[in-house]
């Protein structure tokens, strides 16, 4: 089944089964985010963090031996259309899922504050918790203390009202409390990432329901998919600073202030290209292919820009945002 899942992963495109990989168990490097964005699987950032390597590459090597797939210079590509179209009938991948969701986060939250309450309404502080991760422990323990609980009950009922039956069904069976034990858990891949999704439309309905205080602040917001100093170099040129005083002010490498911006660029930071760019150079860019993605033959094309120019420009392009005219 795992080769029904790792074969939907590749294209006509050549991808590297490395960045791959990466994706699914959340790196964050530039070259994995911009492969993703290439291949339009941003949002499977880490999709399945506990996928093994070895699993991973078993699997690669099976589709390969089958002739699903096919080892270029560049990366694999998809050779059997057909195989990936039956494995997607096979192991669908969630579609509500969302790296900023904080789902699997949220599913612990969930589940002890379900039963906390529900053991409350009953009287009884004895019982073994439905999560032992200390961290989740510890934070249902601040979201209850700061009596988040009083609504809880009316709005995640209002919350299933809204899911379709089936998933609230589903969600529910795995539900614990008092005098209730449900703990229905997924068979397989197929039905994990079944119950992924679930719990991915629960935290959109969530994020939309800014009236639902209690299961707002039980969920906790948006996950910060880039670091603090990530977010600071974005401030800093927004507010006018070039990369240089960026890299001075922050105590960062070029380099880095670079992949900074570029990966913020990636996940939907509007950067000011008029001012990133001389006059002259976007002159220069737009007289090449805009399709391209090979950086070294843009390199080539523009002896002027810097590797930052090139993959900003291409980023750009594959999300339709470089300015034209």
Known sequence: MLTDFVVQLFDEQPRRETAAYMLLNGKKTLSVLFAALQHGQLQWLQLYPTLGRADFQAAVKQLVNAHALTHT?????????????????????????????????????????????SEAAYHNNQYEPAVRDWGAQQFVRRWYAQNRQGKFASELTAAFALLPSAAANRMAARLIGHEFVGGAQAEDLAGAFLHLDDLARLVSLIAEHLDWPALQSLWGGRVALLSASNYRACQLIDAGRTRAQVGAQLHLKPSTVNEHLLAATIFGWQPPVERLYSPALRQAFTQVDPHELDYQKLLAAIPAAEFFHVRLFQILNLQGRWPRG
């Open 73 to 117: 210079e560049t990366g694999l590509v998809l050779t059997d259309p057909a195989a990936k179209m039956q494995a997607a009938a096979r192991v669908p991948l969630p579609t509500h899922y969302q790296p900023w969701m904080g789902v699997r986060e949220f599913e612990q939250r969930l589940l002890l504050a379900v039963q906390a309450v």
